[in-house]
């Protein structure tokens, strides 16, 4: 009978220890951007993106867009990034989009970010 007791015990710890965890650190969304390529990525997913840049049509929000596409699959190029400029960095992003090779500069202000431009690569 006290094996039976203790492993009572041990299932109602394991469980209210499960429930505390789960109600102090529940709802996190862990993103480990250890790289600089990956927290540049994650500084562009996460600011407010300056919609009055937005002007091509593919260039919209939804998860489909090209602006997407760059943000998440694209690849930062740092030697045609002009990164310390002031008062906005311009960073370069490389990326394919429907088999198609694009190249788009992006502005990185302090609240907010900023399509400059968008280009085919040949």
């Known amino acids: ?13 394991i469980g209210l220890g499960t429930l505390i ?4 650190f529940g709802d996190r969304d862990f993103d480990y951007a250890y790289g600089p390529q990956a927290r540049v990525k994650k500084l562009f997913r996460t600011k407010i993106i300056d919609s009055i840049s937005l002007n091509h049509v593919v260039l919209d929000l939804s998860a489909d867009s090209i602006y997407y596409h760059a943000v998440t699959k694209g690849k930062v ?3 045609q990034s002009d ?5 906005c960095g311009a960073y370069s992003l490389t990326f394919e989009y429907q088999e198609t090779d694009y190249r788009m500069t992006i502005e990185n202000c302090p609240d907010t970010v900023s399509v400059l431009d968008l280009t085919r690569e040949d």
Not at 21 to 24: M, Q
Not at 83 to 87: G, N, S
Request: aromatic share 16%; proline share 4%.
């Open 1 to 13: 009978m006290a094996f039976l007791r203790r492993l009572l015990f041990y299932i109602l710890g």
């Open 83 to 87: 990164t310390r400029k002031e008062p």
């Open 77 to 79: 190029d740092f030697s």
């Open 21 to 24: 965890v789960i109600g102090l």
